[in-house]
């Protein structure tokens, strides 16, 4: 679940160990390059956390930052290793 903070797009997701994290986060950032759009990106071993706003809207949140959510959950989603 997305939360707004700070009039940005804050999502935390855990993983089972740092290599499912890591996996993910070279997913994300793959994405944002083919999108042009780059997050804020955290990673503390099994948990990262994404910061979204766009910078050229006075760092506010935009369809670019909703968008690029929905793909990112959609990253978490097939980045879980069973």
């Known amino acids: 679940m997305w939360n707004t903070?700070?009039?940005?797009?804050h999502r935390e997701f855990e993983f089972k160990n740092f290599i499912e994290a890591f996996a993910f986060i070279t997913k994300v950032a793959l994405l944002a390059e083919r999108v042009n759009h780059h997050p804020e990106i955290r990673i503390t071993?099994?948990?990262v956390v994404i910061i979204l706003c766009t910078h050229d809207a006075e760092n506010t949140i935009t369809e670019k930052d909703r968008h690029l959510a929905e793909k990112i959950d959609q990253v978490f989603k097939s980045t879980i290793i069973a």
């Open 45 to 47: 071993y099994d948990k």
């Open 5 to 9: 903070i700070d009039e940005k797009l």
